[in-house]
């Protein structure tokens, strides 16, 4: 080994040393340079290296044709996806027929000895709940050969005071509470039914958040503090027609109504009175004389009244309308929620009798103190508990208006069905094909623990979620 390889701590290296070894090997031969050039070549190779970094890029742009874009259809129509969105299945032809389901008969509902049996909707009964939009889309109609409901003991109560109220002429005022998906929506729907097959008269608001959320059109009625929403108000007369056509076939007019948009003589059909309302913008003048005419005093035939409503949280609160001063509008002082408040506290007195019903949400519903703290109240005093929940003293959303309307109403509260109905809605379920394994006791016993001891909604979850839409 050479001595300035040795001692290269000690000695300045040497040229070579400065050469890669690939570059000494070439041809079985050996080159070398002098210290001088391949110092001046290594430094002249870093300095271009250098200035080819630092040297500015040229931009360049090649003139290309654009592909043309193939469209895959035409976009949706305005309303497609809504109306899609909302689009309810009542039947399917792939289920099997349940062998032995009878259909409601008007009294069925009310029967105590139909407890936990299931029941097929007539027809017409079907078309009167579809005009009245009672079906919701996240309801398990789709699945099955026919619409069916399950009749419950709290489905038997709700019928029988409904029919002695209509009997005595008196008005059952009735809150329907409880968690998520318990059937409270579907509760209002077999209220509805025994009303349609009783040959009462049926007024549905099925979705109260769209009278409180700004999204229809509003206007200030003269000389009064109310609001009026004419486009929903007319789309619920056109409803309120096609369902209770049957019942109003019947019925003529015993007042005289100058403020309406055509003339309509005493004693004409009602039918003519409510096909008047041919826009928006007469639209509540034609409900309020319907209103009036269905609640006439003393005059034979006139049926009792259902009004329901679902979704009873967006009503209790301030609705997001603003009155020319920009002021937030109270749900209160909306002409069409007004009515139902009025109704649902008593101020309002249906003489024919009949029944006031508001379900509670909990999939989409604002918080409401004072509703909240009145059905705690109500539950309370309809148990006989000495201690009554009272406000929190440093609570500061409470509403007098809210708390007013709650305090002589029932509260009805729905919990999970009892292992009598779970079975009976489970039979139903296999015999439609949908569920393949035997039910038996501990199958039923199994389903209904997994579901929070017979949540409705949460059986379907563990037994349908796989065959749902």
């Not at 299945?89 to 936990?116: C, F, I, M, T, Y």
């Not at 398990?140 to 003991?153: A, D, K, M, T």
């Not at 409470?398 to 999970?416: F, H, N, T």
């Amino acid at each position: 080994m050479s001595a300035s390889n040795c001692l290269r701590c000690l000695v300045r290296p040497s040229a070579v040393a400065l050469v890669p070894r690939q570059m000494l090997q070439v041809g079985g031969g050996s080159l070398t340079f002098t210290a001088t050039a391949a110092t001046k070549g290594a430094s002249t190779a870093n300095t271009g290296g250098r200035q080819n970094a630092n040297r500015p890029q040229k931009l360049r742009f090649k003139k290309t044709k654009k592909k043309n874009v193939v469209s895959s259809g035409k976009p949706p129509l305005p309303g497609e996806r809504k109306a899609y969105r909302k689009k309810i299945v009542l039947s399917n032809n792939n289920a099997l027929p349940v062998p032995g389901l009878e259909n409601l008969r008007p009294n069925d509902l009310s029967k105590q000895e139909n407890v936990g049996t299931v029941k097929a909707l007539p027809e017409d009964v079907v078309d009167a709940l579809r005009a009245m939009e009672a079906f919701k889309p996240t309801q398990c109609w789709g699945i099955f050969r026919q619409p069916s409901v399950l009749i419950r003991q709290e489905t038997v109560d709700l019928t029988n005071k409904m029919k002695a109220a209509g009997a005595d002429g008196k008005t059952v005022r009735m809150v329907i509470e409880g968690n998520r998906i318990t059937g409270k929506s579907l509760l209002l729907l077999q209220a509805m039914t025994h009303a349609f097959m009783n040959d009462w008269v049926v007024l549905h608001i099925p979705e109260a958040q769209e009278l409180t959320t700004a999204v229809t059109e509003y206007a200030p009625i003269e000389n009064s503090p109310l609001w009026t929403q004419p486009t929903y108000t007319l789309k619920l007369l056109q409803s309120f027609k096609r369902a209770n056509e049957k019942v109003l076939s019947r019925m003529n007019t015993v007042y005289s109504h100058a403020d309406l948009p055509q003339i309509i003589p005493v004693n004409s059909p009602l039918m003519q009175l409510i096909n008047s309302a041919k826009e928006a913008d007469g639209a509540w003048t034609v409900f309020q004389a319907l209103w009036r005419e269905l609640n006439a005093e003393n005059v034979p035939g006139r049926p009792p009244i259902l009004f329901s409503l679902d979704g009873l949280a967006h009503i209790m609160k301030v609705s997001d309308y603003r009155n020319p001063a920009f002021e937030l509008i109270h749900s209160h002082d909306l002409a069409l929620v007004k009515l139902f408040t009025d109704c649902l506290s008593g101020a309002t007195v249906m003489p024919n009798g009949g029944a006031v019903l508001g379900a509670t949400t909990r999939g989409n519903s604002p918080r409401s103190a004072s509703m909240e703290l009145a059905i705690a109240q109500r539950e309370a005093e309809k148990a006989g508990e000495k201690e009554v929940p009272q406000r929190d003293p440093y609570g500061k959303k409470y509403d007098d208006r809210v708390e007013a309307v709650m305090k002589s109403v029932e509260i009805l509260r729905l919990k999970g069905v009892s292992k009598t109905e779970a079975r009976g809605l489970l039979e139903y379920w296999a015999a439609s094909g949908m569920l393949k394994k035997r039910v038996d006791e501990s199958m039923v016993s199994e389903k209904w623990t997994l579901s929070g001891n017979g949540v409705v909604g949460e059986m379907e979850r563990a037994s349908l979620l796989t065959m749902k839409a």
